[in-house]
């Protein structure tokens, strides 16, 4: 199973962008998706999770600024609107299953088997 983001890149505080991963295979009908971010010093971070029945799930520090869905059920992403500096830092796609997200699993990192890559977003002020 390979996981590949794109879409990160810089912007400045206030403005927007779009994380899409793609994911090549899902052979489990339970799964949770999510994006997780990890900043320089930091440890990894869960900011949003989505399961296959279309629940979806934020860290408060992105919750209503950030928007998780999924274009299909091998297309990820992630709408981030109103950035804030403290937003940088590597985000990465992640997926399980079978997996239901629960209100607390979908937060660590252990809970995903499958990983991508990474893709560095950087928010300037």
């Known amino acids: 199973v390979q996981l590949v983001e794109s879409g990160g890149g810089s912007a400045q505080a206030g403005e927007s962008l779009r994380l899409s991963c793609a994911v090549s295979?899902?052979?489990?009908?339970?799964?949770?998706m999510g994006w997780f971010r990890q900043g320089p010093g930091k440890e990894r971070e869960g900011v949003a999770a989505i399961g296959s029945d279309g629940r979806t799930y934020y860290a408060d520090s992105v919750k209503g600024r950030f928007t998780i869905s999924k274009d299909t059920p091998k297309n990820l992403s992630l709408q981030m609107d109103s950035l804030k500096p403290e937003d940088s830092g590597m985000y990465y796609c992640?997926?399980?299953?079978?997996?239901?997200?629960?209100?607390?699993?979908?937060?660590?990192?252990?809970?995903?088997?499958?990983w991508g890559q990474g893709t560095q977003v950087t928010i300037s002020s």
């Open positions: 295979e899902v052979t489990g009908g339970v799964t949770c």
């Open positions: 992640a997926a399980d299953w079978p997996r239901w997200c629960g209100d607390t699993r979908w937060r660590l990192a252990d809970t995903f088997s499958y």
